[in-house]
């Protein structure tokens, strides 16, 4: 891999990283508005940036409430999440429908796994988890709606347009 691409994905991982520490009593719980989540809209404009999302998620969930499950399952969450979102850029990158779908992966792929996550710590398994994981989910999979929509979809029209996105992505180094 170009060492380009490996730089930009660690600094992708570290902003996700960071955000997510900057904000950590909103960004952790079955209420949550993980802001660095808006920053899953990057796949749709280059895969390397798939990779950072994940170890930046991971970095973030060391600090998770949930432990270790936390840790490997909703950082996997992420990059299944951005592998989606960047499957949609490879259709169509100026179609406002398909930017507006892919913001989407993000909010169902967290609900299920992130709402899983909490369900089974707080239920240990028990017959009570069914019930917590569709609560946690629903609750998960809103806060996760508000921030891809409220904050990534309007990112995906207005970077594009900005001239330091045109020189990082717009180059071609960094699209494959």
């Known amino acids: 891999m170009h060492i380009r ?4 994905a660690g600094a992708i991982g570290a902003i996700y990283a960071a955000l ?9 719980g079955p209420i949550q508005f993980r802001i660095s989540e808006a920053l899953c809209i990057l796949p749709f404009f280059s895969p390397i940036t798939s990779a950072g999302l994940f170890v930046g998620c991971l970095i973030a969930n060391l600090l998770s409430p949930y432990g270790l499950l936390d840790i490997v399952a909703g950082s996997f969450a992420t990059l299944l999440a951005a592998l989606m979102t960047m499957q949609l850029g490879r259709i169509n990158r100026r179609s406002p429908a398909i930017k507006a779908l892919a913001c989407f992966p993000p909010v169902i792929i967290n609900a299920l796994f992130i709402g899983a996550v909490i369900a089974w710590a707080e239920t240990s398994g028990s017959d009570a988890f069914q019930a917590a994981f569709a609560l946690n989910g629903l609750q998960v999979g809103l806060g996760q709606l508000v921030v891809m929509y409220a904050i990534g979809l309007p990112l995906m029209f207005i970077l594009p347009k900005s001239s330091m996105f045109k020189k990082v992505f717009d180059t071609g180094t960094l699209l494959m």
């Open 5 to 8: 691409k490996i730089v930009f």
């Open 20 to 28: 997510t520490f900057v904000v950590a009593p909103i960004s952790y």
